[in-house]
C-alpha cells in the first residue's frame, strides 16, 4: 500500500474578475455615501458612460506535488500568491477549474477564524457539530471532548454561542477541535497569527505531537519562518500562482523567499518593470536604500550607517487619508516594526504633492543585528482600503547588515542572540 495520502496533479483555478469603468477610467464601488452624492451631483453634468470589463485570474497554475503520511509540509509566499486556494481545493471547500488531487483520509481544515463553525451555536454543539462532519460518531467525540475543551481553555463560555467569542477563544477552540478529533490530514492556515504566545507555543506542539508521535500529516501555511523551519520537513514555496521550490532543505527555501529569489548582495535597488505595480492611487518607479546625500550604500553595510530608504513615485491622491511608509522583516520572516510618513506630529509630516517625487524614511543605526532584513513598500487610504499590503504583492528591497560596528566596548567582540542588537545608554544614579 502506498504512503502517499495527498497527491496534487496540474492543479489550476481560474477566477472571473469584474472591473468598473466611467468614461474609460478605473472606476471602484462606491460606498453609500459616495453613491448618493454621485447621484445629486449627476443632476447637474453630462451623462457618464459606465462600462464594465472581466478578465481572467489564474489562483494557481500547473501545480503538482505528493504528501507522503506523517510528514509535515509547510506552505510559504506572500499574501495572494495562491497558497489559500491551494489549501481550500486540498479541503475540497473549493474545485480546481483544471487538474485533478487525490486524498487518502479524512481532513480537518483551519482556513480562518471559525472556519466550519456555526455562530448561533454554542461552543459545546460546535464541538459535536464538528465531529460529525469529520465522520465521526457522538462516543468518538465524547472521549476527546474533555480533551478539546482542556486545550481551548474556554470551560466557562461552553454554553455561549460562538458569535460572542473573542477572535482569540474563536482560534483557540477551531484549532483543538481541529486538532484532537483524529483526522489523517491536517490542514491549518496562519493559525498562529491569531492568539498570545502562550497559545502559539501550544499549537505548535500540538502540531508536532500530531505528526511525530501520531503519524498524522500536517500541512502549514504560515509567515512566520521560525515556525516553518522548526516543524517543516519540507517546504513548498508558492509564487503568483505557481510552485516555485519544492524542497527538504527548508532553510534555503526560506532564504530563496526572504531575498526574492535573487542575490541578497544585489537587492538594495528595485525598479518598477513596467505596469505590474500600476496603481490608480500611487505608481512607484523605484526604491532604493541610500546615504543622507542619496549616494547608494555598499553592502553589507555596518551597523552602525545612516541609510534611508527612497521612494520614487507617482502620487495621484491628494486624499487626507492616504499613508504610505515601509514594513522591514528579518530573515525569520518576523515582523520587526512599520513606519509611515504620517507618525510624527501632523506639523512634521512631509507635504505630499500630486506627481512625481522622492519621499524618504530613515532606518535607525546600530540597532539592527547581523543579517539580511527585506523592506517591503505599504501604502493605504487609512482605516479604508490598502494600496500595498504588508507581505503582498509589493516592491520590496533588502538591507544586509555585517558586524565590526556594532559597538566600540571590548566586549561587544561578536554576534548576539536576537533580531535586535541596539547599543543602549546605560547611567549609574547617584542616589539610591
Known sequence: MSDTVIRAENLGKRYQLTSAFRNGRSYASPSFREALTDGAQSLFRRRELLSRKTEELWALRDVSFEVKRGEVIGIIGRNGAGKSTLLKILS?????????????????????????????????????LNGAILG???????????????????????????????????????????????????????????????????????????????????????????????????????DRGELKMESADVRSVIRFYMSGGKDSSARGTWINPGNEFNNPLLQPHRMFLADGCGAPIQMPAPTDSEIWLYIDADFRTLDPAFTIGYAIYAESGDLLYRTYHVDAPEEEW???????????????????????????????????????????????????????????????????????????????????
Not at 481532513?107 to 456555526?118: K, M, N, P, R, Y
Open 92 to 128: 475540497r471547500i473549493t474545485d480546481p477549474t483544471v487538474g485533478k488531487v487525490h486524498i487518502k483520509g479524512r481532513v480537518a481544515s483551519l482556513l480562518e477564524v471559525g472556519t466550519g463553525f456555526h455562530p448561533e451555536l454554542t461552543g459545546r454543539e460546535n464541538i459535536y
Open 136 to 238: 465521526m460518531t457522538r462516543a468518538e467525540i465524547q472521549k476527546k471532548f474533555d480533551e478539546i475543551v482542556a486545550f481551548a481553555e474556554v470551560e466557562q463560555f461552553l454554553e455561549t454561542p460562538v458569535k460572542r467569542y473573542s477572535s482569540g477563544m474563536y482560534v483557540r477552540l477551531a484549532f483543538a477541535v481541529a486538532a484532537n478529533l483524529e483526522p489523517e490530514i491536517l490542514v491549518v492556515d496562519e493559525v498562529l497569527a491569531v492568539g498570545d504566545a502562550e497559545f502559539q507555543k501550544k499549537c505548535l506542539g500540538k502540531m508536532n505531537e500530531v505528526s511525530q508521535r501520531e503519524g498524522r500529516t500536517v500541512l502549514l501555511v504560515s509567515h512566520q519562518m521560525n515556525a516553518i523551519e522548526r516543524l517543516c520537513a519540507r517546504v513548498l514555496l508558492i
Open 350 to 432: 512631509p507635504r505630499v504633492r500630486l506627481g512625481r517625487a522622492l519621499l524618504r524614511g530613515r532606518i535607525p543605526a546600530g540597532i539592527f543585528n547581523e543579517g539580511t532584513y527585506r523592506l517591503d513598500l505599504i501604502a493605504a487610504l487609512h482605516f479604508r482600503q490598502w494600496i500595498f499590503e504588508p507581505r503582498g504583492a509589493t516592491p520590496s528591497v533588502l538591507l544586509r547588515f555585517q558586524g565590526g560596528s556594532l559597538s566600540k566596548s571590548p566586549f561587544r567582540v561578536s554576534n548576539r542572540p536576537g533580531l535586535l542588537a541596539p547599543v543602549l545608554r546605560w547611567e549609574l544614579c547617584e542616589e539610591v
